[in-house]
């Protein structure tokens, strides 16, 4: 074989081995890649359900995720991808692997060319070299079968785990490819708001309160951030713990003067959606004023009487002395804040339930009841006293709200005695003859008159 046949084999052959070197090294450096990419979002997830991580830390997370995957592409897969070494590098390859010498000589001498005065030794070189030339170079893959070992072994664990427990592998690469969604894994407690109606009176404190689903009752830890809404903003945001009840509620009871309520309750692993709460005035008394007229047979020796019973919940509320039984009570009250209907079976339902008259504990009659034709806030009770009267008003106000306390006045009475009469003299029974005249002294005692 001539000098310049030698060399094209040569070169032919060192660039057919430096392809399959450049196929084996991005082979094994794109398996390394697979392999690090399955195990580190097996440990992403993992790590994620352990410590329930919050999602500002879930985006740092899937950033130095994807910078090291960066990094990793500029510093190993791009180098790899350029990897052309000249073919005198890969002839001094082939030379330490077979122990032999001359073919990066002839790689050198066949890839310049040689001048006329040297051609001959040249040619000499070369086909030297070319005869040391391997027919096929061998390329070590002990690498590339690490690296697919790597590679399998990583890819069957993740599959392993995606099957054995699917809804785990799926919430978790959701919560790790968008940590801002909103995902949450099961949680190992939980509670459940129970706030009961949306509205709920306003002033008076509010019981934010929680019951009790999953996890150690006697362990959780349950928090209820809320803000109130004053004057149409809300205002900042407060976190209290909340204290485990003797019914096994979770309670906590927080001012509720605003127009609105937000609150949320949270465990270590888990948090309920917002609640929203209407705060409304609640229906209450304004005023009272009750007038008191005797019975007919006590007009003249029993005067008329006049009181301000206030709102019905304090000891105004209370008729004191007591009346005396069968005075003709006539409450006026002025309300507010409470829904009247406007039909008249309607209304008729509304005073039956809204004022109610107890004698002595029990149910009586229902008193004579009216409205201020000009003002449905002003209303007149009125009924004859006997016993110990209680007359109970229950207004209900904008969805369904009724008063914080109860609102009540009371109207005792007592009974007029029957008259009574003593014989004074004589103080014992004496004989006396037929024609005697006898001197008896009597005395008549009566409440009135």
């Known amino acids: 074989m001539t000098g310049p046949a030698a060399g094209t084999a040569l070169l032919d052959r060192l660039r057919d081995a430096r392809r399959r070197l450049r196929r084996t090294l991005l082979a094994e450096r794109g398996l390394r890649a697979v392999a690090a990419t399955a195990i580190a979002l097996v440990a992403a997830v993992a790590v994620d359900r352990v410590l329930r991580l919050p999602s500002g830390i879930r985006a740092a997370e899937l950033a130095a995720l994807v910078l090291g995957a960066g990094a990793w592409f500029v510093l190993r897969a791009v180098p790899a991808w350029r990897f052309r070494p000249p073919l005198v590098e890969v002839a001094l390859r082939v030379e330490r692997a077979r122990g032999s010498r001359g073919i990066a000589i002839a790689a050198d001498l066949a890839a310049s060319g040689a001048r006329d005065a040297s051609r001959e030794l040249a040619d000499e070189a070369i086909r030297a070299g070319a005869s040391a030339m391997p027919g096929a170079v061998r390329v070590d893959r002990g690498e590339l079968v690490r690296a697919a070992t790597w590679a399998g072994a990583s ?15 799926a919430i978790g690469r959701r919560r790790l490819v968008n940590p801002f969604a909103g995902v949450q894994w099961p949680a190992r407690t939980m509670v459940e708001a129970d706030m009961g109606t949306g509205v709920r009176p306003r002033g008076p404190a509010l019981a934010l309160r929680a019951r009790h689903v999953r996890g150690d009752q006697a362990a959780m830890r349950v928090e209820a951030e809320y803000r109130v809404m004053r004057d149409g903003s809300y205002g900042q945001r407060r976190r209290v713990v909340l204290p485990v009840q003797p019914d096994g509620a979770f309670e906590r009871l927080v001012e509720a003067d605003g127009e609105r309520l937000e609150v949320v309750f949270l465990t270590e692993d888990m ?36 009181a301000d019973l206030g709102n019905g919940s304090d000891r105004r509320s209370i008729v004191s002395p007591p009346v005396l039984s069968g ?27 809204t004022f109610v008259l107890l004698r002595d504990g029990v149910a009586a009659d229902q008193p004579r009841i009216e409205v201020d034709p000009a003002d449905s806030m002003r209303w007149t009770v009125a009924w004859r006293v006997g016993g110990r009267d209680v007359l109970e008003v229950r207004p209900v106000g904008e969805g369904g709200v009724g008063p914080p306390e109860r609102i009540a006045f009371e109207v005792p009475s007592i009974e007029d005695s029957a008259p009574s009469v003593a014989i004074v003299e004589p103080v014992a029974a004496e004989a006396v003859p037929p024609d005697a005249a006898p001197v008896v002294s009597a005395e008549s005692r009566a409440d009135l008159g």
């Open 271 to 306: 948090e309920t959606p917002v609640v929203e709460v209407r705060l409304v005035p609640p229906p209450a008394v304004r005023s009272v004023r009750l007038e008191l007229s005797p019975p007919a047979y006590a007009a003249g020796s029993v005067d008329r009487r006049t």
């Open 327 to 353: 005075s003709e009570a006539n409450l006026e009250l002025t309300m507010e804040g409470a829904v009247v209907p406007t039909g008249d079976d309607a209304r008729a339902d509304w005073r039956r339930s």
């Open 155 to 169: 890819l069957a664990l993740a599959l392993a785990l995606a099957l054995a427990v699917p809804e785990t592998a």
